[in-house]
């Protein structure tokens, strides 16, 4: 073999100064450190609900709205509401977070801590440097690896209310995951009201893996539904399964209008994300053929699992059945 | 703490793998999904190895202190292991060396006039007085060659003791000096699983009428492994002429274990994991391999034989035999054991310049197929890394080389034995018995320094239990001929080498790559 070759094969996959990359069967087993938490504490302080009011107005809200076409809808619910509240919505972009801030009256807006997830957004400093200013947001656990006492007690108590994900996630095809107790949870033992929010579009504006909303300002839709408070002796599930029957139902209004999500409602007709298995959100049962047919996505008929292909064709679908109108009427 | 061994699982970020290969060695790309089984990191040496031998002879395991059982006037007979321990040999002074001078420098305080040193070397070539001398320093040499520092004999059949036969009617007959003696002290250098203990005295000192009864196909065929010995029905013999031994005969046993540092630094990255290497190794790496190929052939066995390994010692204990063997047996796992999950299809092997038989020597072709499917093959516990009816891939060239000298019964056994069979069953009933008392053979072995002449029909029953669990036995880099004659297959590539693994074991096998030396010990579960 020539040296050449040689040093070639040397070389593979070893950079500038001759290193190599580990094998993965290889690499140490590292402890998890517990004492590392980013501190957030500063990011509520006057001064950096200021500056996260004014970045808010002068750039995150220009930026998105000027990306998206956002319809909001059920902000007057939010009236005669008086904090703290537990916003929960479903999660299937980065763009929900922008969203949700922008479209929501400013004394939430000024008033809300974000949860994001320790491990994505908390991992290194920068992330967790601008995730803190921009959204105010909190690590949570969401693995319970850490065991890390959450915050979100303490900031409930502090008077600060909460926008949390209760999939966990964000969805990997724009279908609602099962919630998960925690939100739920944190109504019931404080007491507190849950505000429901339906996000439609945002995954096909903005999907994992891209980090800038797609061309041609698609349309999304932020729905804010009526506050559930806990009642007195409900018990955390059946919280749970009352918050994601919300957030169906507000969902399912894209696609069959306020009545219609209200029937479907009460007829027990909503497809609720439960077990392993996701639902697309506003999908109605299989019993109501007629109905499921007037959304015109086949890929809505909930009950069986359905291919990764489907859930995303189904998801990425436009909104309102309409092209955009370029000229003016 | 030294890491301890794993198994790699090659996915895309794992570099090329180093294969020994004969005089050489080089990178190799292994499919992805590719097991590789290292050993555990090079342990720390005693860092005081002359203290550790005093502790352990004053404070022997199952026995009095050395010095209460020396007396004067006493005959006293210090056996040593041979050449093929360690491999390779290891830089001076040999922890043989250091053991035997406080030996006697013990027996000297005690007044012990008759000592004898032995080398036990059973069958195995005489070692000439420069390896003696390299073996057991120069003091020892100067005061006891050529009259009391001896080779062992096993045709001087006046000087050979026949004890009597185990209740399985094997042959006990050792060197009559020791036997006579009022005590052996042997000293040992467990390297491997399967040397050390009862092997030490009943096979180091033996004659062929004894060996014969564990060398021998059917007892290698059921020692699975020979480096496990609860499972080695070879053991188990040696176990049964040890305890006859003992009746006759007070043996007071020294053994001592090795790291894994197996290279001198100039090649330490022989001895590192390949995706550790910085730009001094991979220099290195360049350097070798570059001046290793440019030399010629006479000068590159030269450099290669005179390596000697910076060897640190793991650990020294005396005693009784049967008490020291398994705390030796423990620091030999401690060093080499591997656990391995499960057997693969494919077994892939990286042969070395060297083997217990070709120290100063060269490496014939009987000499590699020992090394490979007889040493690294049994590198195992429970199981074999491959399953049975897989294929093992081994790199050597194979080249048609022997040392006229040493290896003069191997040369009839390659041109003429086995070209009429490869079976060692027929080889052993119809050719072992006229090549162990042919007189010419036996005159080299007394008075040159030839191997015995049933020596090469040992090596291949050394093979004989991989040869009947493979279904295929590939080498490459191999030479076609010398490969074709034992029976196997040569490849040019690795790729060459699984497409003709593909008749056997389909086109998608598991491999499992054994990435020897440093030695590693798999333990299959």
Not at chain 1, 157 to 165: E, F, P, R, V
Not at chain 2, 54 to 78: F, S
């Amino acid at each position: 073999m020539t040296i050449r070759r040689e040093v070639k094969l040397l070389r593979h996959g070893r950079d500038w100064r001759g290193r190599s990359t580990v094998p993965k069967s290889a690499q140490p087993h590292e402890l998890e450190h517990e004492d590392r938490e980013f501190p957030t504490a500063w990011a509520r302080t006057r001064v950096a609900v200021a500056a996260r009011a004014g970045l808010r107005r002068t750039l995150l809200k220009p930026v998105v709205w000027g990306q998206t076409t956002p319809v909001v809808e059920g902000t007057e619910y939010l009236d005669g509401v008086k904090g703290p509240v537990v916003f929960v919505a479903n999660h299937s972009s980065h763009l929900d977070t922008p969203l949700i801030l922008g479209s929501m009256p400013e004394r939430f807006a000024d008033r809300v801590a974000t949860g994001a997830a320790s491990d994505y957004f908390f991992d290194v400093r920068w992330r967790a440097t601008l995730t803190a200013i921009f959204f105010n947001a909190f690590p949570v656990e969401r693995y319970g690896s850490r065991r890390l006492r959450s915050l979100a007690l303490d900031l409930v108590d502090q008077g600060w209310s909460l926008l949390l994900y209760p999939e966990g996630t964000r969805s990997e095809d724009g279908w609602m995951n099962p919630f998960k107790l925690g939100a739920a949870a944190l109504c019931v033992t404080k007491g507190i009201p849950c505000v429901p929010i339906a996000l439609r579009g945002s995954y096909a504006a903005m999907p994992r893996g891209r980090n800038w909303p797609q061309p041609g300002k698609p349309r999304v839709t932020v729905r804010y539904g009526r506050p559930l408070t806990p009642e007195e002796g409900e018990d955390v599930r059946s919280f749970r399964v009352r918050m994601a029957k919300a957030v169906s139902q507000l969902a399912a209004e894209e696609d069959i209008g306020w009545y219609g999500a209200l029937r479907a409602a009460a007829d027990d007709r909503l497809q609720i994300p439960g077990g392993a298995r996701p639902t697309r959100p506003g999908a109605l049962k299989p019993a109501e053929e007629p109905k499921a047919e007037e959304n015109g996505t086949a890929a809505g008929s909930p009950g069986e699992q359905v291919a990764h292909w489907r859930r995303i064709w189904a998801s990425t679908e436009p909104l309102g059945g309409k092209r955009r109108k370029v000229w003016r009427d | 703490m030294s890491r301890p061994g794993f198994v790699l699982d090659v996915d895309e970020r794992t570099p090329p793998l180093l294969m020994h290969q004969g005089e050489g060695f080089r990178l190799e790309r292994l499919p992805l999904g590719a097991k590789v089984i290292y050993p555990p990191d090079s342990l720390p040496g005693i860092r005081n190895v002359d203290a550790a031998i005093k502790h352990a002879l004053l404070n022997p395991h199952g026995t009095d202190p050395l010095p209460e059982l020396l007396t004067p006037g006493m005959r006293l007979t210090i056996v040593f292991d041979d050449l093929s321990l360690p491999l390779p040999p290891m830089q001076t002074p040999d922890v043989r060396q250091r053991i035997i001078e406080q030996v006697l420098e013990m027996a000297a305080a005690k007044g012990v006039d008759d000592v004898e040193l032995i080398a036990g070397n059973a069958l195995h070539r005489r070692m000439t007085p420069a390896e003696l001398r390299r073996t057991v320093g120069d003091r020892v040499f100067q005061a006891f060659f050529p009259e009391h520092l001896k080779n062992h004999d096993a045709e001087d059949h006046d000087n050979l003791l026949h004890m009597g036969k185990t209740k399985h009617g094997e042959d006990v007959e050792i060197n009559r000096r020791a036997a006579e003696s009022d005590l052996i002290v042997y000293v040992n250098i467990t390297l491997t699983a399967m040397s050390g203990g009862a092997k030490s005295v009943s096979v180091g000192l033996a004659s062929y009428k004894s060996l014969k009864h564990h060398h021998n196909v059917h007892t290698l065929r059921h020692s699975n492994s020979f480096n496990d010995p609860p499972n080695s029905a070879m053991h188990h013999s040696y176990e049964r002429m040890k305890g006859l031994i003992d009746e006759h005969v007070k043996v007071f046993t020294i053994e001592t274990t090795l790291n894994n540092e197996t290279f001198p630094s100039s090649m330490g990255f022989l001895n590192k994991r390949e995706w550790e290497w910085n730009l001094r190794d991979q220099a290195s790496y360049v350097a070798v391999k570059r001046a290793n190929e440019l030399l010629p052939a006479k000068t590159r066995r030269r450099i290669w034989q005179s390596t000697a390994a910076p060897y640190g010692v793991t650990g020294v204990h005396a005693g009784l035999q049967s008490e020291v063997h398994p705390i030796t047996l423990g620091n030999v796992h401690r060093q080499q054991l591997t656990e391995v999950n499960g057997q693969s299809d494919v077994a892939i092997y990286g042969l070395p310049y060297i083997c217990p038989y070709n120290v100063n020597s060269v490496m014939n072709p009987i000499l590699v197929m020992s090394l490979g499917l007889g040493y690294f093959f049994n590198l195992y516990k429970n199981k074999p890394i491959v399953r049975q009816g897989g294929v093992a891939i081994f790199y050597h060239p194979v080249p048609n080389e022997f040392h006229p000298v040493h290896h003069p019964s191997y040369i009839d056994f390659f041109e003429e034995i086995l070209t009429e069979s490869t079976d060692p069953v027929l080889l052993e009933t119809k050719y072992e018995e006229q090549f162990a008392t042919d007189p010419w053979y036996i005159q080299l072995y007394r008075n040159s320094y030839a191997y015995h002449g049933v020596h090469p029909f040992y090596m291949w029953y050394w093979g004989a239990h991989a040869l009947e669990h493979l279904g295929d036995v590939i080498f490459v880099g191999g030479n076609r001929k010398t490969t074709a004659r034992m029976g196997f297959r040569s490849a040019t590539t690795l790729a060459d080498a699984l497409e003709m693994a593909k008749d056997t074991v389909g086109s998608s096998p598991s491999i499992t790559y054994q990435h020897n030396p440093p030695l590693t010990l798999a333990d299959v579960r």
